[in-house]
């Protein structure tokens, strides 16, 4: 199985400021890489697909690039709707794996 | 607008089974594979099981292979998720999502599975 490390764990941050959060594939995806944002009521809203496509209605202060075997999600400008968990997940190859998350928190 | 609504979660023993529903709306059913993912309290997310559009093919990870089933009725735009000799370790909320080429681009409310005795 493809493992996906993300980092940091916990990021604070403050409003209006630029975030970026790196995720690294155990071995080369492709660009087969996903980001989603959970809620603290757990609901959960994809954000990107194939590194650095946007899901329709994602503001476009969400970005992601990324090759090979490392991948990053950055927000500008944040906003206090953004102060989330996000996770990275790889579709490259069966089974479809998750990276353990990063907590964006208010400074 | 795609709605998933996933019902039937709850409290059961160690041991016993449980079967997850999950009813979509808003997009072409049969045209989708669709998968499970949980996450259990404080942890990250695990996907749990995929099926094709047509039902035909069923796919798990080692966890849960052999345990659980997952199927589809596509006259009813409804999944299931038989879930059995359910362990604490399964403890979770189970959403529900649909797949685009390996992304899960829409996603369920989740339901709560409490494995406890």
């Known amino acids: 199985d493809i493992q996906m490390t993300q980092s940091p764990s916990s990021l604070p941050a403050s409003l209006g400021e630029r975030v970026t959060i790196s995720c690294r594939a155990s071995?080369?995806?492709?660009?087969?890489l996903n980001w989603y944002q959970q809620k603290p009521d757990g609901t959960i809203k994809p954000l990107i697909y194939?590194?650095?496509n946007l899901q329709s209605g994602v503001p476009s202060r969400f970005s992601g690039s990324g090759s090979g075997t490392n991948y990053s999600l950055t927000i500008t400008s944040l906003e206090p709707e953004d102060f989330a968990i996000y996770y990275c997940?790889?579709?490259?190859?069966?089974?479809?794996?998750f990276g353990s998350g990063t907590k964006l928190e208010i400074k | 607008e795609v709605q998933l609504v996933e019902t039937g979660g709850g409290l059961v023993q160690p041991g016993r089974s449980l079967k997850l529903s999950c009813v979509v709306s808003g997009f072409t059913f049969n045209n989708y594979w669709m998968s499970w993912t949980r996450q259990a309290p404080g942890k990250g997310l695990e996907w749990v099981a995929s099926i094709t559009n047509s039902g035909g093919s069923t796919y798990y990870p080692d966890s849960v292979k052999g345990r659980f089933t997952f199927s589809r009725d596509n006259a009813q735009n409804t999944l299931y998720l038989q879930m059995n000799s359910l362990r604490s370790e399964d403890t979770a909320t189970y959403y529900c999502?649909?797949?685009?080429?390996?992304?899960?681009?829409?996603w369920g409310q989740g339901v709560m599975v409490t494995v406890s005795s």
């Open positions: 999502t649909r797949v685009r080429t390996g992304y899960f681009d829409y």
């Open positions: 194939y590194t650095s």
């Open positions: 071995q080369g995806i492709s660009n087969n």
């Open positions: 997940q790889q579709d490259a190859s069966f089974p479809p794996t």
